[in-house]
């Protein structure tokens, strides 16, 4: 007999299997109870051949072409298990394609998608079954209740029904439990989008636009439960058009603009790649061309604005201190102090101009 640790490819908890030689099995997970197949190798000793899947999302060479025109050209990258991914484009960068083709929706005209290590082509059903998925436009039954349209799609997902009310509560809906959902709010139905993508607790959440037609109550609601769900070990992949949200959650973003992946990394990284700039404002108690002289002279001063009282002043990360120092030597007493540092928007509109 051999006794091998696996991971459970949907939940990825770790359970031990033990099995003879050369045996295959279908062993379901102690923690979700779903069914994992384990091969053990044919000799004892043999090693046993194992593979370990590091991204929980992988798209290489996606191409999509409508009528001559390539929606998505060529795109590639990847999304670490754990990790929170934000997707951004202008309106027809090629977003919704690039998740259409993710979900098997639509079909790439060349290219390979894996979800968890699974080709969405030839398992698109088993792929999906790792994936909690929050459309641009939710929509449910009118004419059902919350908890009956949940219960619905708990049965279609093999999901415990036992958690369909306390999902309604969690995202704020728990006084509406019995409401048909056609006399919900724009918001109250995108709440309702939300729990249905999580039930079942998929270790995969695609989320198109998480915070449209919320308030901001709503949108702190989101922002927290997606902070929460990766702290769970969730994979989140996240596209929005709302950039301070994305930069609030994400640890990594890929720009599309025009079918093409045109930049992937960290904010900050891609803000260096940029040589973005952090924007310093200081109010005085006088304005004066000396303190304007001073500050202009300072190595790493790209632009300096003065606005009444105030000096805008773009300059490089290392030389703040600097222009701060500039502008006490030249006689200005700084009564308020802020630093803007570049922000998701400033690397999405340098990416994407033209």
Do not use: W
């Amino acid at each position: 007999m051999i006794t091998k640790t696996v991971e459970c490819r949907y939940c990825k908890s770790n359970f031990t299997v033990t099995g003879n030689p050369g045996e295959k099995l279908s062993v379901p997970c102690f923690n979700c109870n779903r069914k994992n197949v384990v091969t053990f190798p044919k000799k004892q000793g043999e090693p046993v051949e194992s593979v370990p899947i590091s991204y929980a999302i992988e798209v290489s060479g996606l191409v999509k072409v409508y009528k001559n025109v390539r929606a998505v050209d060529n795109i590639s990258f990847k999304v670490r298990k754990g990790e929170v991914f934000g997707f951004l484009g202008p309106n027809g960068a090629g977003k919704t394609t690039t998740i259409k083709s993710m979900l098997d929706l639509i079909h790439g005209d060349a290219g390979r998608i894996t979800i968890n290590g699974i080709d969405v082509r030839t398992n698109g059903k088993e792929a999906k079954k790792l994936v909690g998925y929050l459309p641009e436009k939710v929509a449910f039954y009118d004419n059902l209740t919350a908890l009956q349209n949940l219960m619905f799609y708990a049965e279609m997902k093999h999901a415990s029904k036992d958690e369909c009310k306390s999902l309604i509560e969690e995202f704020g809906l728990g006084d509406a439990v019995k409401k048909k959902v056609g006399t919900f709010s724009k918001g109250m139905v995108q709440r309702l989008g939300m729990a249905r993508a999580v039930l079942g607790k998929p270790p995969i959440l695609i989320l198109d636009e998480p915070t449209g037609g919320l308030d901001a109550r709503g949108v702190v609601l989101i922002r927290d439960k997606i902070r929460e769900l990766q702290k769970n070990g969730a994979t989140i992949f996240v596209s929005s058009h709302i950039l301070s949200e994305i930069q609030e959650v994400c640890d990594r973003v890929g720009i599309i603009n025009k079918g093409i992946l045109v930049a992937e990394d960290t904010v900050d990284a891609l803000s260096k790649k940029l040589n973005l700039k952090p924007r310093i404002t200081a109010e005085l108690e006088t304005m004066s061309d000396a303190v304007v002289s001073a500050v202009k002279k300072v190595d790493g001063v790209e632009k300096v604005e003065i606005h009444g009282k105030q000096i805008e002043v773009l300059c490089d990360a290392k030389m703040k201190a600097k222009v701060i120092l500039a502008i006490s030597t030249a006689g200005g007493n700084i009564l308020n102090l802020s630093t803007k540092e570049p922000s998701l928007e400033d690397v999405f509109m340098r990416y994407t101009e033209g």
